[in-house]
C-alpha cells in the first residue's frame, strides 16, 4: 500500500535540497524568486504608485485550502530587502495559522513601506485598495499594525477583499474578545497537559501587556478564580484593570523572577528568550503575542528543557483570523466563539503530538500545519 508518510518525508526532503541549492548559489543574485523559493512562496506582487507614494508588497505564500488572507502591515523598514524578508515571513506565518485552526483559507500578508505618522492618507489606501482589488480575490486584507479600522474602510472604497471592517459597516469589529477567549482555553488545556485536569482556580498567572487581548484575559482568569498578576508599559491600563479585576501590578524588573505557574505574553514578541529563560519559574507560557520565542529552534527546544509547556503562539492566538474569517461568511460573533473554543482540542492534540513524535511543541504545531496542507492538497489533486 501506498505510504503517504514516506511520500510527505520524500517530497519534504527534495523541496529541501531544491532549498539549499538555491540558497547556497541564487540567492545573492536573485534575491527576489529565490527567496520566494526558498518556502515555497505563490506569488509577490510589487506595488508602486508615485502620485500617492505608495510603495507596498503583497505576498501569497499558499492558497491550498482557499483564498491568502493576512494583514496590511504598515512600517518604515530601512530597505526594500527588509519590508521583503517581513512580509514573506509573515505571509508563510498566515498558512500555517489558518491551517491549524482548522479554515478554509490560505496565507497572505501585504506591507507598505513608510512611516503612517507622515505618509499614510486616503489616496495611499485607495491606490493599494486598487492593488488589492486585482488580484481578484487571491488576497484578502485585514488590519495589522499601524492600520485601523478607519482604514480597512477607507480600503474597502475600492475592494470587497477586505475583513476586519467596523460592526456599523457589517463587519466583525475588535477581534480581541475571540482572541482573549482562545488564549483562555488554550491555558485550560495546557493546564490539563501538565497538572491532570483544566482548573486555573488558584493558579498564578503573569498577564503581561493588558491591552485589548490582556484585559479581557484577566477578566476570564479572575473569573475562574486564578490569582493574576499584571504587568504594562502603560500606568493608566494598570491602574484600571488593577482595579476592575483585582489583580496585582508587578513591575518589569520583578516579573520574571515571580513564583508564577503561567506566563501570558500578551504585549510584544520575543520575550522569551536567555534572559527571560533564565529566571521564569512557570510551569506554563501562553499567550497571545506573535513570535514569542526570540529564536524559534534555540527557545523551542529550551523551554522543555526547563520543564516549561510552550503553547505555540500562532495556535494559541488564532482567535482573530477566526473572527475575520467568519466576517466572510456573514458574521456571527457565537458562531466566531464557538470556532475559538476549538483551539482548547487544537492545544491538547498538538501536545500529544509532541510527546508521541518526541519533538518540541513549536514543532508539532508546525507539523499539524502541514498535515492538514498536504492532506487538502491531495483532495484538491483529485478530479
Ligand atoms: P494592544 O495594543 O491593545 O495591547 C498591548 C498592550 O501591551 C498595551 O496595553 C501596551 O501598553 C502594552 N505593552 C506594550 N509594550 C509593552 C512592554 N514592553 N511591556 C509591557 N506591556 C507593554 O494589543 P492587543 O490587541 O491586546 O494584542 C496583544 C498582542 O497579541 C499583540 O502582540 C498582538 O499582535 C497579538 N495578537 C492580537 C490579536 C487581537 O485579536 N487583538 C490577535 C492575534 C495576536
Redesign the pocket.
Known amino acids: 500500500m501506498w505510504d503517504w508518510a514516506i511520500w510527505a518525508n520524500f517530497t519534504a526532503l527534495l523541496k529541501h535540497m531544491e532549498v539549499t541549492t538555491l540558497a547556497g548559489s541564487d540567492l545573492a543574485k536573485n534575491p527576489v524568486i529565490a527567496q520566494m523559493g526558498l518556502h515555497n512562496h505563490e506569488q509577490v506582487v510589487f506595488c508602486n504608485d508615485n502620485a500617492t507614494g505608495l510603495k507596498a508588497i503583497i505576498a501569497i505564500h499558499n492558497t491550498i485550502l482557499g483564498p491568502a488572507l493576512g494583514g496590511t502591515r504598515m512600517w518604515h523598514y530601512n530597505n526594500e530587502m527588509e519590508a521583503l524578508n517581513d512580509v514573506l515571513r509573515l505571509s508563510r506565518g498566515m498558512t500555517y495559522k489558518s491551517s491549524v485552526a482548522g479554515l478554509n483559507l490560505g496565507g497572505g500578508k501585504a506591507v507598505i513601506i513608510g512611516d503612517a505618522k507622515k505618509i499614510k492618507n486616503e489616496a495611499l489606501l485607495r491606490r493599494f485598495g486598487k492593488f488589492v482589488n486585482s488580484l481578484g480575490g487571491k488576497y484578502i486584507t485585514a488590519e495589522d499594525v499601524a492600520m485601523t479600522s478607519r482604514d480597512m474602510e477607507i480600503i474597502r472604497m475600492e475592494t470587497d477583499h477586505v475583513s476586519g471592517l467596523p460592526e456599523n459597516m457589517g463587519g466583525s469589529g475588535d477581534?480581541?474578545p475571540?482572541?482573549a477567549f482562545g488564549v483562555y482555553v488554550s491555558m485550560k488545556a495546557s493546564a490539563r497537559e501538565v497538572w491532570g485536569n483544566d482548573g486555573l482556580n488558584g493558579k498564578k498567572v503573569l498577564v503581561?501587556?493588558?491591552?485589548?487581548?490582556?484585559e479581557v484575559l484577566v477578566k476570564h482568569l479572575t473569573e475562574e478564580g486564578a490569582k493574576v498578576y499584571i504587568?504594562?508599559?502603560?500606568e493608566e491600563?494598570l491602574k484600571a484593570v488593577a482595579a476592575a479585576y483585582k489583580a496585582e501590578v508587578v513591575s518589569?524588573d520583578k516579573m520574571f523572577d515571580l513564583d508564577i505557574d503561567v506566563y501570558a505574553p500578551?504585549?510584544?514578541?520575543a520575550t522569551v528568550n536567555d534572559d527571560t529563560l533564565s529566571r521564569l519559574k512557570c510551569k506554563i507560557i501562553c499567550g497571545?503575542?506573535?513570535n514569542q520565542l526570540a529564536d524559534e529552534k534555540l527557545h523551542g527546544e529550551a523551554v522543555g528543557r526547563q520543564g516549561i509547556l510552550y503553547a505555540p503562539d500562532f495556535v494559541v492566538?488564532a482567535?482573530?483570523i477566526i473572527?475575520v474569517f467568519y466576517e466572510l461568511e456573514g458574521y456571527n460573533r457565537s458562531r466566531a466563539m464557538a470556532h475559538a473554543e476549538k483551539i482548547y482540542d487544537t492545544t491538547w492534540n498538538l501536545f500529544q503530538l509532541a510527546k508521541k513524535e518526541g519533538i518540541p511543541t513549536y514543532m508539532a504545531a508546525n507539523r499539524l500545519g502541514e498535515q492538514r496542507l498536504e492532506a487538502i492538497a491531495r483532495i484538491n489533486a483529485v478530479l
Open positions: 477581534p480581541s475571540v482572541t503581561q501587556g493588558i491591552g485589548h487581548v490582556g504587568n504594562d508599559i502603560s491600563r518589569a500578551c504585549a510584544l514578541g497571545a503575542a506573535n492566538n482567535g482573530g473572527n
